[in-house]
């Protein structure tokens, strides 16, 4: 009986499918366009190209973007929000900054919540989790007939201090979901169990108001794929690179805005180990965005400080920077005629010009065609046949705007891109204290292989790697994702008032609850793994750093050292003052089977070199069209070295080898690009 997994993975233009085969140990690749309006449309429909059963299917994890789209489209859930008695402001008022610095005349974005949608009970916790006043269970009771006259759809509770003792919130929760059966209901304690109120009421109301849809969403793909066959539940990329099942994701789905770039992140940490390289740059860029991630020995940094648009998302996540530039981004004059790219993108409908699909401006997958450096003889990604006239034509006239020619216009619509790129991969290298030159670039997505090299030579990076399957990649990554719960308990205290024995106690109640929360998941306690960190500062600061400690410490004076090591990595200086523990937390792992990338890729590399070349195509390179040598990937021999210029043919991208750069396929089927000295 045939053993399939399955990782789907959904961005803004094309639906990614890889299926991995148990039996004979091989993979499969599929890619279709994007259905927005329903994801589902689009997976069934790859599902169905790649002639699978899903009653032979035993996983099936999926990357999905509705609970992004959700927020940043404001078409989310009618939501409501129950607060403290003298609170009813926080979310108008958040943190009182000027979000446009310079701009006296800036207005704050609106709430997701109306003011008039925010109501008042009386409750009161103290911080130390001391019930000072119960909760008034009939004035919020006659709330509950205030929600049901204005049809809210979801409600958020967020009362002070309930990352403390959420009592308060617990009974909240109880009579609302009594008197208004149907409705959703999100407590600030179960969302975010962490201290700074607007961040906690800001993140449990934007969870209530995406909630509703995701819901429909995931409960309509559920019961697709079980009607076809598929009989487990469905797993969900989350923003910390580890996998929910379905159900869960309902009630928390701020956790999945990071759903697809965190699973190419996972990835690429998996190809990194298999390959030996363990620090790493990695360049996802797809069709909308292109997204940044530095990884440091084989590990990713977390974080709890995101955004969506302008609203503050503070669950744990990959530390993900993302910027508007992709292969739809179209490319518009601004005032005086200057050039910009981005971030406004064609999308999947009408898309950009050389889909044929109605688009008429020119974006960078136009200027790539017009370079000649995406073939149209051949469909991309097994569908969609590019037209190079429709992509000229959409060149010429923004270049006639400026009186420049169209090979001189499209390559500075990529240079733009680029630039845009290596910003936002200097925002976490430079800024952060990391020479992006001791890194290796890793592009995938299917607009990163064309640009990788250029990429890496503005950096001065020296080696570019453009892994397996590069425009499937993201759905890969949900092969190799293990589940992953993450546990808090937020307590801000001194490391000279906390005896080690209290510390390890908390740390042991958080293992026994990740330990639960596992087995329910069906992992064996062979098959857990956990991962304990401490958010420290020291005492008088305001933002903190995640210190990693063993599942038991030994002393308090051995975490402090802890602190001081990760404070003078980060800043290059540290000194012995008083520091303090804000958050105690625990990431819970569990382990899944994970595909031989080797034995899984397709056999029948050429005995040569010159076997694997098709031909050769008149590409663009400062200005000047040259024929330069064409090469199917899936022929390369391994170790054999490429010259550029060069371009490297597959299924769903093209890797471009420039002038000053070699190529050559290693032995698990990266392409290693190597900048000349």
Known sequence: MSM????????????????????????????????????????MAGIERLGLALDQVVRLAHGTTVATNTALERNGAPTAVITTAGFRDVLEVGRGNRLDLYNIKAVRPKSLVPRALVFEVAERTLHDGTVLTPLDAKALAKIAQRLKQSKVRAVAICFLHAYANDRNERAAKAVIERLLPGVLVSTSAEVLPEYREYERFATTALNAYVAPRIGRYLTRLQTRVSAAG?????????????????????????????????????????????????????????????????????????????????????????????????GGSVAWLGTGGFLNVGPQSAGVMPGPACYGRGGTEATVSDANVALGRLDTARPLGGSLRLDSGLAQGAVERIAGKLGVAAPVMAEGIIKIAVAKMTVAIKEISIMRGHDPRQFTLMVYGGAGPLHGAFIADELGMRRVIVPPMPGNFSAFGLLVADVRHDFTRSRVIATRDLGADELNRVLAELQAAGAAELARDGFAPERQRFEFRLDMRYVGQAFELSVPVPGQVESLAAVEAAFHAVYEKRYSFAVRDPAEIVAIRLAAFGIV?????????????????????????????????????????????????????????????????????????????????????
């Open 4 to 43: 399939l997994w399955l990782g789907i993975d959904v961005g803004g233009t094309f639906t990614d499918l890889v299926a991995y085969d148990r039996a004979s140990g091989r993979l499969r690749l599929e890619k279709v366009l994007s259905t927005p309006a329903d994801q589902s449309e689009g997976m």
């Open 230 to 326: 598929y009989s487990n539940p469905v797993a969900i990329m989350t923003s910390n690179g580890g996998t929910w099942p379905a159900d869960k994701v309902v009630q928390f789905p701020v956790n999945s805005m990071l759903s697809g770039p965190a699973a190419g992140v996972i990835g690429a940490v998996f190809v990194g180990r298999a390959s030996g390289y363990g620090d790493i740059i990695t360049c996802d860029m797809g069709g909308t965005s292109t997204d940044t991630c530095l990884i440091r020995d084989g590990e990713f940094a977390m974080s709890n400080e995101g955004m969506i648009g302008s609203l503050p998302n503070r669950v744990p996540h990959i530390e993900i920077n993302s910027v508007g530039a992709g």
């Open 593 to 677: 089977d994970k595909p031989s990338l080797a034995s899984a890729l397709p056999e029948g590399g050429a005995a040569t070199l010159a076997a694997a070349r098709l031909g050769e195509r008149a590409i663009v390179f400062d200005g000047r069209a040259q024929p330069i040598p064409i090469y199917a990937r899936e022929r390369l021999p391994v170790g054999a070295v490429i010259a550029g210029p060069a371009a490297i043919e597959e299924s769903g991208t093209t890797t471009i080898v420039p002038p000053g750069f070699s190529c050559q396929a290693d032995a698990i089927g990266n392409l290693v690009l190597e900048r000349a000295p």
